[in-house]
């Protein structure tokens, strides 16, 4: 019989310690791993859900709508890809700095 305050009783104990503190580790790290998976996943199926706001065909609706006001409020000679994506995102409104 191992007396408790032996060396070899006091490695046990820490051993098992060292264990479930491993154990309990590893278990938060993957239990987070897991959350924030099914957090992304969720995020990435946001596009394909009609009950979301950035459903693809809301997206390209608005798009689509842009692109007319767009070609009706500029001059032929200022139409460009260029153009319609600073027209879509002005440097003004993003680099606000409450934006």
């Keep these: 019989m191992v007396a408790s305050n032996s060396p070899t009783a006091l490695h046990t104990t820490i051993d098992i310690t060292f264990q479930e503190s491993l154990q309990y580790f590893l278990h938060q790290?993957?239990?987070?791993?897991?959350l924030i998976s099914a957090q992304l996943h969720q995020v990435l199926k946001y596009p394909l859900a009609p009950n979301q706001r950035i459903f693809w065909l809301y997206l390209i609706t608005s798009?689509?709508?842009?692109?007319?006001?767009?070609?009706?409020?500029t001059n032929k000679s200022e139409r460009s890809p260029l153009a319609f994506f600073r027209f879509l995102f002005p440097r003004k409104v993003w680099q606000h700095p409450s934006a």
């Design 29 to 34: 790290i993957f239990t987070g791993i897991q």
């Design 63 to 73: 798009a689509l709508f842009a692109l007319l006001v767009f070609y009706l409020t």
